[in-house]
């Protein structure tokens, strides 16, 4: 089989993927310094951004990392446990459909 006996459909329509935000959650144990270097390091954050996001997550209670497709959003909030076991905070990261 080559090229040429592929047939395409015409009528096929194609999706886009399902896109989820990450968010991170408040405790009263993890830092604002660690949540800040997570922003920056996890999720590419400029410094002043990742500040605010870590005021929304501190004052509001939660705060929004960024929208990403399920696997990047997914692979993100496991990067995120995975820094805060380390560091031995309980900080948490969830995902919610946007």
Do not use: W
Request: with cysteine.
């Amino acid at each position: 089989m080559d090229d040429r006996d592929v047939k395409l459909d015409p009528d096929t329509v194609l999706q886009e993927p399902k896109m989820y935000r990450v968010i991170l959650h408040n405790d009263h144990y993890t830092t604002m310094e660690f949540v800040v270097e997570v922003l920056i390091l996890v999720f590419h954050k400029p410094a002043a951004e990742a500040t605010k996001i870590m005021l929304d997550v501190h004052k509001k209670g939660a705060g929004a990392c960024g929208v990403y497709t399920y696997d990047i959003a997914a692979t993100k909030a496991a990067q995120v446990h995975t820094m805060a076991k380390l560091r031995e905070f309980p900080l948490k990261c969830s995902l919610e459909e946007a």
